[in-house]
């Protein structure tokens, strides 16, 4: 026992970094636009009248339905907000300091420095408060305040919470994309090192860089000894020479929403997205970037998609199979499936610039001469009638527009042959919709950036019964969930 326990909290702490690496910033963007939003006044208090429907909430703060719901969803999971299943929402009593006037001053002025944040490498080189939209602000002054001086208590330790992570969140992963930024991290990985060498290092002034490495060492990432500043026991183990550069490839996907999240409000009411990723351009930029991540994480994805593989074979035979991999990104999923016997057939679809990543993938496993590329938009392209054996769509989901779901899914189950089976992988949301916070925020993201939902089982059976795809289950996978959907009676392997 005594030896699993540091592995355990090693697991706990990587677990950590990577919320804030990331996560961290969605849950501030939550906690924050439901402020922005004006969303608190329209709840009713729980117990006292009915909870507030979706529809009338939606109504009475001027938004759509499904930015409403982005938004709303993390504070259910959370337990900021009640949910009673097929009525609605209400405010428990402990989230009362929710409706304070100084409660909501504190999270528009948080809000208000959201922006501002983004310039903290500029305030670690100069040591001075940045400019800001002709003034300027003491960005630097603000992070002491939040994290290295004494705070005054909150009205309740569920308020404590609350204004922790809607404030301080967004501040720790701004605090770590800029170390990796301005090359901190690195500058530690060989070791603890004098706070002037680390500020020559990273061409900042000595004095702010303290106070980057103050909020560092009070994410438990950076320790202090003597004149000398090191990554902690936790942070180095996490952290080596051939790890990090693996996580500070994921830290400026991060930023690329931080716009986007600032206007959180802006995209419910008026439907505006400061990241549009149905703008061609912009969905091409990142689906590059994105790409080259998920190439980066082939290997651990095909063992995934191995597995899957597996339970489709036990299903029925995947000899002679025709398999279609829609969107297929880096190929993994496909590829899993032509591995799985030497008689699958792939064929691959994605856009054009995609697939060009892809056949490297498939020549290295020795799979090109049973592909087949397909460069298209998944959403016009003929499937035909009666083609496949296994429909793939892993991950892809999130990335179509909502309303185009019920057409794909009409399209797709005529494309697969009898006994056919679909299987979409990702993200699965519990019935309710109120968790996993990680999928929420997931989808949180997808909505602030104009794309598609993450969805639930019951969402699926609402796009798969009308079709004809009857019969569905969902499976726990490492990594993701996966989704099989067929026609009528299958041999369902045991649980
Ligand atoms: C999140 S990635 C998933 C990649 C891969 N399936 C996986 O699981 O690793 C989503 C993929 O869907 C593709 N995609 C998005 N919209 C598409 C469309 N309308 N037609 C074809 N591919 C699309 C993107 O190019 C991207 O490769």
């Known amino acids: 026992m005594a030896e699993s326990t540091p592995a355990l909290s090693q697991t ?9 690496a990331r996560d961290a910033s969605n849950e501030s963007a939550a906690l924050l636009g439901a402020f922005a939003l004006g969303m608190f006044a329209h709840l009713p208090d729980e117990g006292a009248s009915a909870p507030i429907s979706l529809e009338s909430l939606a109504q009475r703060i001027g938004g759509t339905e499904r930015g409403t719901r982005s938004v709303i969803e993390p504070l259910v999971g959370l337990g900021f907000v009640r949910l009673e299943e097929g009525r609605g929402y209400s405010l428990p009593a402990s989230s009362d300091f929710l409706r304070h006037e100084g409660f909501a001053a504190r999270m528009r002025e948080a809000l208000d420095g959201w922006l501002v944040s983004a310039k903290l490498p500029e305030a670690l080189r100069t040591g001075a408060p940045v400019e ?11 992070y002491r305040q939040e994290f290295l001086a004494p705070r005054a208590p909150a009205p309740s330790p569920t308020a404590a919470d609350y204004e922790d992570r ?11 994309v800029t170390s990796g930024t301005v090359g901190l991290l690195e500058a530690m990985v060989s070791g603890p090192r004098l706070l002037a060498e680390l500020a020559k290092a990273t061409g900042t002034q000595p004095e702010a860089l303290r106070v980057l490495l103050g909020v560092l060492a009070s994410m438990g990432l950076v320790r202090q000894e003597g004149d000398a500043f090191g990554f902690s026991e936790l942070a180095g183990r996490s952290l080596d020479a051939t790890s990090l550069p693996y996580f500070q490839r994921a830290l400026p996907a991060t930023m690329d929403y931080w716009e986007a999240f600032a206007h959180l409000d802006e995209a419910v009411t008026q439907r505006t997205f400061r990241l549009d990723l149905r703008d061609p351009e912009t969905a091409k930029r990142i689906y590059q970037q994105n790409a080259s991540r998920i190439t980066g994480i082939f290997v651990s994805h095909l063992k995934l998609g191995r597995k899957a593989a597996e339970l ?7 000899k002679d199979a025709r398999v279609l991999d829609v969107g297929t990104g880096s190929g993994v999923w496909g590829a899993a499936f032509g591995l799985a016997d030497p008689s699958v057939h792939v064929t691959y679809l994605d856009s054009e610039h995609v697939l060009a990543q892809v056949k490297p ?7 090109e001469g049973r592909a087949r590329y397909w460069a298209g938009d998944c959403l016009s392209v003929d499937y035909g009638e009666s083609q496949y054996d296994v429909i793939l769509l892993p991950q892809v989901i999130p990335a179509l527009p909502p309303e185009e779901l019920p057409r794909l899914f009409g399209q797709l189950a ?3 042959r009898p006994q056919g089976l679909l299987l979409v992988s990702g993200y699965l949301l519990t019935d309710r919709r109120d968790g996993p916070l990680d999928a929420l925020y997931f989808a949180l993201r997808r909505y602030v950036s104009n794309e598609g939902d993450v969805l639930s089982m019951p969402d699926f059976r609402r796009l798969l019964e009308p079709v004809g795809l009857t019969s569905s289950r969902g499976f726990e ?10 026609r009528g009676d299958v041999p369902w392997p045991s649980p």
């Open 12 to 20: 706990a702490f990587v677990q950590q970094l990577n919320f804030w």
């Open 361 to 367: 993938n498939i020549a290295k496993l020795k799979l």
């Open 477 to 486: 996978m490492p990594i993701q969930q996966v989704v099989v959907a067929s």
């Open 166 to 176: 809607a404030v301080r969140n967004f501040l720790r992963t701004q605090a770590l």
């Open 414 to 416: 005529r494309a697969l």
């Open 132 to 142: 800001w939209r002709g003034g300027s602000r003491d960005l630097l002054g603000w």
């Open 312 to 318: 489709v074979a036990s299903m029925r035979p995947l």
